[in-house]
């Protein structure tokens, strides 16, 4: 009788474990990603590098003058448009798989013929080291691999991530500004997603080491960490440095300080803000910072050209993406991010000349501006880089109450989608130049006469050149169409992705991933450039995969995203 009555006990046992395990387990789909931690099977294992940078005595060491606010967020504005009764169809579906396979080839091809070095080629097929030989596409695609949901793969690489050396490279100095996005970023990120601490200790030890940068006379850091000068103490800021290098490197360094406790890391970027907010109004166009800046001298006057393009850009998109990681609680990236988005309205975005019925939206565009003596040129010169700005707008727009200037970024956003389908390609080139008809203000007709003396035979009207014809596989343009559908909601823009998406398909495929082209201007078969930096796997692909996503997977007011798509939590 009494084993008769465990038998029962243990059967009933066993349904009720089978149970539990049925309803509990993850949802393991492409469509949405588990949202636990880690696995519990999981053994990531943090292995320390050789040489460790905490032993390295500072020759110029910093007291520490600021500290992260610890009063309670702010509560912003909802970003993301409140999607009521969303349905995820099977069409939307078909496109996320489509999103996901093209990503899984690409990993593959990876893993097989490039494991641990910086990219793949994706025509020959080599492996290449092109930020330091540390796994850079490794380290970018973390987050995209958990995104995705491919779990083990994410187990894999993230094991191989924890053991990194950093001073197993044959570079004698590191760019500070790509390890710091790419590699602290995506260290970060999969942190943030994962829970896995091994990933958040080889962060750190990262931290360490490109924190040594900020060891000069002035706290200013250069654009190269040199490794030989760091542990000499004879590093110097440089005099004519990429305003975007140390002004970018904020959001990465403030999220390290919030995962360990540690202020050093935000002390550092935040001297970096204190001459940017000393300076915004002493440049030779007051309200924006030049592309070069004396970061030695702290002067901006030396530099007469202005842009949102490359070498400036992600100072700009940072403000606002501060202001949320801080959760409000630091009012000057909101006061900063004001003032030179009113000069950029002023003269940088601009109207190109297009045929009505050509622009039902009234697009925009963002060129350069050039200070002289006696008058401001307005260069009507655009880069695919350029194309972020659209999001830029709209999340300032968002979290800082500007519905106005969620418009510009959307109009942007649209005209980034527009130049897509304006080549035969279906893609848009690195830079060209347009036929400019006014500011966002001012009223555009379309002038046959101009159009002629200025426009270029051969494109579609409104262009005036293609100078740099390429397209390297960038993600800005599909970034802004995904962050202005997750503001607004509009279904209409996830049409305009998938003939983005399309079009990047059909001309860059390779064998074995995706590469590089050219020429967009060319009609028919592409020529490949066996070019596939991190940036595709880490942000082009992530975005479109986020664009056919459920809007709940990686929410905007859950997260904000590095200037490499590494999404970081916001404070609650």
């Not at 970003?79 to 009764?85: C, I, S, T």
Request: aromatic share 12%; net charge neutral; with cysteine.
């Amino acid at each position: 009788m009494i084993q008769g009555r465990r038998i029962v006990r243990t059967f009933f046992a066993v349904v009720f474990f089978l149970l539990v395990v049925a309803l509990f387990r993850p949802f393991d789909s492409p469509i949405r990603p588990p949202p636990q931690p880690s696995r519990p099977d999981a053994k990531i294992r943090f292995k320390p590098s050789n040489f460790d940078w905490t032993t390295v005595r500072q020759r110029y060491p910093a007291k520490l003058i600021h500290s992260l606010p610890t009063s309670s967020p702010k509560q912003f504005p909802p970003v993301q448009h409140h999607f009521r009764d969303y349905t995820h169809d099977a069409t939307t579906v078909k496109r996320q798989e489509a999103v996901r396979n093209a990503f899984e080839k690409s990993w593959k091809s990876y893993r097989k013929h490039a494991w641990l070095r910086d990219e793949l080629a994706p025509v020959s097929g080599e492996g290449k080291t092109t930020f330091g030989g540390w796994a850079a596409t490794l380290v970018d695609a973390l987050d995209t691999l958990w995104i995705m949901g491919l779990h083990d793969e994410f187990l894999s690489a993230a094991t191989a991530a924890a053991q990194l050396d950093w001073a197993d490279t044959t570079v004698t100095s590191a760019n500070l500004f790509e390890t710091t996005i790419r590699h602290l970023g995506g260290l970060l990120s999969a942190y943030d997603l994962s829970g896995e601490r091994a990933l958040l200790e080889k962060a750190t030890e990262l931290g360490n080491m490109l924190y040594m940068a900020f060891d000069t006379p002035n706290r200013m850091p250069g654009f190269w960490l040199n490794f030989k000068d760091a542990k000499r103490g004879t590093q110097i800021a440089g005099t004519n440095d990429p305003s975007a290098c140390p002004a970018s490197l904020s959001l990465e360094f403030t999220r390290l300080s919030q995962l360990t406790g540690d202020p050093k890391f935000y002390d550092a970027v935040s001297r970096v803000t204190d001459l940017l907010e000393r300076t915004q109004s002493s440049s030779k166009l007051p309200g924006m910072w030049p592309k070069l800046i004396s970061f030695r001298e702290g002067t901006l006057n030396h530099e007469s050209g202005f842009t949102l393009g490359a070498l400036a850009d992600s100072l700009y998109e940072y403000l606002p993406k501060m202001a949320i990681l801080l959760g409000g609680r630091e009012p000057r990236y909101e006061k900063m991010h004001r003032a030179a988005m009113e000069v950029v309205v002023e003269h940088l975005v601009f109207r190109p000349m297009i045929p009505a019925e050509d622009n039902p939206h009234d697009i925009l565009f963002v060129g350069d501006a050039f200070v002289r003596s006696d008058k401001i040129d307005h260069v009507p010169e655009s880069q695919h880089l350029s194309c972020f700005v659209g999001g830029m707008f709209g999340l300032g727009g968002k979290v800082f109450n500007l519905p106005e200037h969620v418009d510009i970024g959307e109009r942007i956003a649209r005209g980034c989608g527009w130049a897509y389908d304006a080549f035969p390609t279906g893609l848009m080139p690195e830079i060209f130049g347009l036929v400019r008809c006014g500011s966002v203000k001012e009223p555009c007709v379309w002038d046959e006469e101009k159009w002629e003396k200025e426009g270029a035979r051969g494109l579609k009207k409104g262009f005036s050149n293609a100078r740099d014809p390429r397209y390297i596989l960038r993600p800005e343009a599909i970034e802004s169409v995904f962050l202005l559908y997750r503001m607004t909601g509009k279904e209409e823009l996830r049409e305009v992705a998938w003939r983005m998406f399309e079009s990047v398909m059909k001309s860059t495929e390779t064998k074995l991933a995706y590469s590089a082209i050219a020429d967009v201007t060319v009609k028919g078969e592409t020529r490949r450039l066996d070019s596939m930096e991190s940036f595709f796997l880490a942000e082009t692909l992530k975005y479109f995969y986020l664009m056919f996503s459920p809007p709940d997977v990686i929410s905007l007011d859950e997260f904000v995203f590095n200037t490499e798509a590494h999404p970081f939590r916001r404070p609650k």
